[in-house]
């Protein structure tokens, strides 16, 4: 049986770790390859890296960050920020990652999906998609980390994505991020039943039942930064009280 | 005991970078296949894979690396197929109709039913079969992520199983020809033993 996924989220800008300052067991908590390699050894699925200020300029520090990670990690690796090109996806893949993420720029020019599954293959192309609840009772997407109105409902954009070619949608309730609340559970049930492909819930999360809650809502990954980040609560501590609930997990 | 001679064939498409470094981790010393001398010489090769059937074999029958590939595979060297390098030594795809594999094992590779989320995208419970003979796989979990799947075990080979949409083929293995629909390479502490236990078996392998 597929196990459910527990994935930490690493914000990185300028090759250095942005979020979660304080983290215990670690001399430097800014070093994204120590930190790969205690979560790994923590029992974390995956790891997803986001590049948060990722610009033509900053991408060969980019590119060193996923060379220093994935020379410690033995799980898999998605890179996103700032990837404009199929070209930018191939740098990153030449440096480590396994799978590139995709937002702003898909929304711009959806063909991009379409060219990174043809040339990559779909389980490569993860499409992010930041979503914010709109006055309708629906959710509008976002882009340029949630500053702009993408001018499309993030339901059907999600469904669209899937359609392309996208292998994995990485969703993020804009309203939810960095609250602690839960994710967006109303968000999740709504893109599992447009799309086959499977989800990353995203934003909100600060206790195991919110994790528990975005799976039973259809997801089947569910990434986290914050709640990691004190060093208070590992993976290990999330996997086991998620197997105590019956859920399927990794030991 | 020095490190063997392994080489990995670049198709062009696959996630070569992870390839290498768990090679590497699992003690290899790893280099990129730069023709088919490189693949008739190594000791060990390793064919990665993602991306389409056609993409693939299309960058693989240039300079005849597809040709020097079947010779090894026929030969019963060591060799180990990862993800769609599996699929590529079946007969045919339905990812991609009308294109022959290598055909080295009979059988075709079929999409995932609608009724499970594709791709088939983390990690699930490897079952070798425990009426074959003892080999290189063992029960465990690894790292899927893949649309279509191999689901009947070519007879002469020591297959392993996996469930999800049904029971299909994780993995089948013959001596130090090993080919797998999981990524060893992202498939933890597991993977990184089988790929020690691959590299093991292709150092001591009678060239």
């Given amino acids: 049986m597929l196990t459910v996924r527990i994935v930490p989220c690493l914000d990185v800008r300028d090759g250095r770790i942005v979020k979660g300052v304080r983290f215990q067991g670690l001399r430097d908590a800014g070093d994204p390859a120590a930190r790969a390699a205690l979560y790994e050894a923590q029992g974390a699925d995956e790891l997803v890296i986001l590049d948060v200020a990722a610009t033509p300029a900053g991408r060969g520090a980019q590119r060193d960050v996923v060379r220093a990670v994935r020379g410690v990690l033995s799980i898999p690796l998605t890179v996103g920020g700032g990837v404009r090109s199929a070209d930018d996806a191939a740098g990153l893949l030449d440096a480590g990652a396994d799978k590139v993420s995709v937002n702003s720029a898909a929304v711009r020019e959806p063909g991009l999906i379409d060219a990174l599954a043809e040339r990559f293959g779909s389980q490569c192309t993860v499409v992010a998609i930041d979503a914010a609840r709109d006055d309708a009772g629906g959710w509008r997407a976002r882009t340029h980390g949630g500053g702009e109105d993408a001018e499309r409902d993030a339901v059907a954009w999600a469904r669209e994505a899937g359609e392309r070619g996208a292998g994995e949608i990485l969703l993020t309730s804009w309203d939810r991020d960095g609250t602690g609340d839960g994710y967006d559970l109303d968000l999740i049930a709504a893109v599992a039943a447009v799309t086959r492909v499977p989800i990353i819930a995203s934003g909100g999360a600060a206790r195991v039942e919110h994790l528990a809650a975005a799976i039973r809502a259809g997801a089947g990954a569910v990434l986290a930064a914050t709640i990691f980040h004190d060093g208070v609560t590992g993976v290990g501590d999330v996997k086991r009280a998620l197997a105590a609930d019956g859920f399927e997990v990794r030991p | ?207």
């Fill in chain 2, 1 to 207: 005991m020095n490190a063997p001679d392994i080489v990995v064939v670049a198709t062009g498409t696959a996630n070569t970078a992870s390839v290498l470094a768990g090679l590497a981790r699992a003690g290899a010393r790893p280099r990129l296949a730069r023709d088919a001398a490189d693949i008739d010489g190594a000791r060990g090769v390793v064919l990665p894979g993602v991306g389409t059937p056609h993409a693939a074999l299309a960058g693989l029958a240039a300079g005849g690396l597809g040709e020097a590939l079947v010779r090894r595979l026929r030969a019963g060297r060591p060799t180990l197929a990862i993800c769609l390098g599996m699929q590529l030594l079946c007969e045919t795809s339905a990812e991609s109709p009308g294109v022959a594999g290598f055909g080295l094992v009979p059988g075709r590779i079929e999409r995932l039913p609608d009724r499970v989320r594709v791709p088939h995208m983390g990690w699930n419970r490897v079952l070798p079969d425990d009426a074959g003979p003892a080999g290189l796989v063992q029960e465990g979990h690894a790292y899927f992520a893949n649309s279509y799947r191999l689901t009947h075990a070519p007879a002469g080979w020591r297959a392993s199983f996996v469930d999800y949409g049904g029971r299909w083929v994780a993995a089948f293995e013959r001596g130090a020809v090993l080919a797998c629909q999981f990524h060893p390479e992202l498939s933890g502490a597991w993977g990184t033993a089988l790929l020690a236990r691959w590299i093991t078996g292709a150092a001591e392998a009678a060239c």
